[in-house]
């Protein structure tokens, strides 16, 4: 709840905010997908992006929190990303801080799983009139915290450990 509530506030900062140059804003829907050497996860964000001054603009994307079970196994989880990106001359880097958290439950044991850290981030948007369809590419120096019920419990594709995690979106949106 703390996290929506954070976004939400977030958001409203940024649309509030009366910049001389902040005109464009874009709402997007943006699938992204998560990769780790023998794991990926992926999910829809909705995106809300403001421009702050000429080449540099916010952004924060929400996902809503997926459920899934599967043989007695249950995971569940979400994701918050806020940032900033530059725009350059045919391209955008960004960098913003991604949080995903979820728990995982095999129906004796349980975890709770964090990722959290800073996600540099390289793309391209392309604008037709009010439309937007964009894609990129990040890279992700993750924290990852995992708190067992007990210490029989392992998942052995993560560890509780710093790693590098890469991210690939796409983004399809209305500007206004």
């Given at each position: 709840m703390k996290k929506y509530l954070l976004s939400f506030l977030m958001a409203?900062?940024?649309?509030?905010?009366?910049n001389t140059f902040a005109a464009d804003n874009v709402?997007?829907?943006v699938p992204y997908m998560?990769?780790?050497d023998q794991a990926a996860i992926?999910?829809?964000q909705f995106q809300y992006q403001r421009k702050l001054i000429p080449t540099l603009s916010g952004f924060i994307r929400i996902s809503p929190s997926v459920d899934f079970e599967y043989e007695g196994q249950s995971f569940q989880y979400d994701n918050l990303t806020f940032g900033v990106r530059q725009d350059l001359l045919f391209f955008y880097v960004g960098i913003a801080y991604d949080t995903l958290s979820g728990s995982y439950s095999d129906g004796s044991n349980s975890a709770d799983i964090t990722v959290s850290g800073l996600l540099f981030e390289i793309g391209q948007n392309l604008d037709i009139g009010p439309i937007r369809f964009g894609a990129g590419l990040g890279a992700q120096m993750a924290n990852?915290?995992?708190?067992?019920?007990s210490s029989e419990f392992?998942?052995?594709l993560i560890t509780s450990d710093s790693l590098w995690l890469i991210e690939f979106y796409a983004e399809a949106g209305y500007k206004f």
């Open positions: 409203a900062v940024m649309m509030i905010s009366s709402l997007s829907v998560k990769t780790l992926g999910n829809v990852v915290d995992i708190n067992y019920s392992d998942i052995d």
